[in-house]
């Protein structure tokens, strides 16, 4: 599977962004996709998922209520509608793609920043 992400930028505290990941290749045994972060200096952290078929999503605590990952109109696309951004979330976006038969995420995007300044 091939992963295209875009949609990072500059913003200002409480601003909001998309982050759009769009997905080729074997994408029809997909089981979920996901979205990643890395700040600088800090590991790679989740940030959100959601199964393929669109119907059960999942986040990380510290941005529940101002994230939403959901499946956009274009075929093969996620989208992560990013809220009441604080500098905290300043990091490089991966999105990423689980297959049926694996337990990890086995394919990745080639990151997107996203810059939140105060």
């Known amino acids: 599977v091939q992963l295209q992400a875009s949609g990072g930028g500059l913003v200002q505290a409480g601003g909001s962004l998309r982050l759009s990941c769009a997905a080729s290749?074997?994408?029809?045994?997909?089981?979920?996709m996901g979205w990643f972060r890395q700040a600088p200096g800090k590991e790679r952290e989740f940030v959100a998922s959601?199964?393929?078929?669109?119907?059960?999503?999942s986040y990380a605590d510290s941005v529940k209520g101002r994230f939403t990952i959901s499946r956009g109109n274009a075929p093969s696309t996620v989208i992560l509608q990013m809220n009441s951004l604080k500098p905290e979330d300043t990091a490089v976006y991966y999105c990423?793609?689980?297959?049926?038969?694996?337990?990890?995420?086995?394919?990745w995007g080639q990151g997107t920043l996203v810059t939140v300044s105060s």
């Open positions: 290749g074997r994408i029809f045994s997909s089981y979920q």
């Open positions: 990423a793609n689980q297959q049926y038969a694996s337990t990890t995420y086995g394919s």
């Open positions: 959601i199964k393929w078929t669109g119907e059960i999503t």
